[in-house]
């Protein structure tokens, strides 16, 4: 976690959650993946596997736009993120964060084995 601080932004609209071919019905459940799927991908590091609990360190905003043209959800984080090696990790089907195992003990570890080699 030697990286700067950093803010990324991500907006879905209702039918971006809504009608997409992961989610075709609609699904709540699924609309969550469509969102801590992206923002995993970015290298925030979002906790929870049937939606957003929380962010692991960081802060996380989200915001609702009741626009004109539909509604608009934004989620932003600012903070450190993930390098790359922990972004493939945490983005493997199958895998999430949690909050029984947090990840930053684990990134420390592997930081200090990586150290003794």
Same mark, same amino acid.
């Given at each position: 976690m030697t990286m700067q601080e950093k803010t990324v932004r991500v907006t879905f609209?209702? *039918? *971006?959650l809504?009608?997409?071919a992961k989610n075709p019905e609609g699904n709540e459940v699924l609309a969550s993946r469509v969102i801590y799927g992206r923002l995993r991908?970015? %290298?925030v590091p979002v906790i929870g596997n049937l939606g957003v609990i929380a962010v692991e360190w960081g802060k996380l905003t989200i915001t609702h736009d009741d626009g004109l043209? %539909?509604?608009e959800w934004t989620w932003e984080?600012? %903070? !450190?993120?993930l390098d #790359?090696?922990?972004i493939g /990790? /945490?983005? !493997?089907?199958g895998r999430a964060m949690r909050l029984d195992q947090p990840?930053? #003990?684990q990134i420390a570890r592997k930081a200090a084995e990586d150290d003794e080699l």
């Open positions: 609209t209702r *039918d *971006d809504t009608r997409n991908s970015m %290298g043209d %539909g509604d984080y600012t %903070g !450190k993120l #790359p090696h922990w /990790v /945490v983005t !493997k089907p990840l930053a #003990p």
